[in-house]
């Protein structure tokens, strides 16, 4: 038996260096998936407490460390045209505000795992139509097919910005209008050239 390992040992040599090689591979594999998972934001934007107009939308940081909302941006087609509109303006916040503050600036720090209630689907497309110079009514509102929005964070050290998007369905029925989100999930900007993109979006808005 030991002049047969003695025999082999060669092999026995090349099949440890390679299993260590695995293992040492496994644990560098592990180690960079908690490292990118670390460094990478995530963000969801969801409805909430109902599938109509009154339902909540929510922010949620889903990230490993705390982000910094610092925009949101919606895009609202309707028959005719997309109007585009930052929702964050502290322009018209008035003297009164929310117990949070941030509800209803729609901007400010979010730890990991918080929310943030930015209102009903109902009020912020209201308000975009208001914005836009087509009043805050029903007729408004009938006429909206779709509404995008696009949470801009700063996450980190990071020079980019980066963060989610995410569009909703305006379905109606005769007796109803219903809000549906048409991905099962937020789209996460996180590549280079789209964090560039929502940058420009941004310094155009100013």
């Known amino acids: 038996m030991w002049s047969w390992i003695q025999q082999y040992s060669g092999a026995f040599s ?8 695995l293992v040492w591979f496994v644990y560098l594999q592990l180690l960079l998936v908690a490292y990118r998972r670390r460094w990478r934001s995530t963000v969801l934007i969801n409805r909430g407490g109902g599938l109509g107009t009154e339902a ?51 901007q400010g720090p979010l730890k990991a795992g ?9 009020d912020l497309i209201l308000t975009i139509g208001d914005n836009e110079g087509q009043g ?23 020079d980019l910005l980066a963060g989610a998007r995410r569009t909703f369905e305006i379905r109606h029925t005769d007796d109803d209008i219903q809000i ?19 940058e420009k979006l941004l310094q155009d808005s100013l």
């Open 14 to 21: 090349a099949i440890t260096s390679l299993l260590m090689l």
């Open 56 to 106: 909540r939308c929510l922010i949620s940081n889903m990230s490993a460390e705390a982000i910094y909302l610092t925009s949101l941006i919606a895009f609202v087609t309707t028959d005719d045209k997309t109007y585009r509109q930052e929702l964050t303006d502290l322009r018209d916040l008035g003297d009164a505000l929310d117990a949070d503050p941030r509800s209803r600036m729609k």
């Open 114 to 122: 918080e929310y943030l209630d930015i209102g009903t689907f109902h």
């Open 136 to 158: 805050s009514n029903e007729e408004w509102l009938a006429s909206v097919r779709s509404l995008e929005l696009t949470a801009v964070i700063v996450y980190g050290a990071d």
């Open 180 to 198: 549906c989100p048409t991905t099962s999930d937020s789209q996460q900007i996180r590549s280079r050239r789209e964090r560039r993109k929502i």
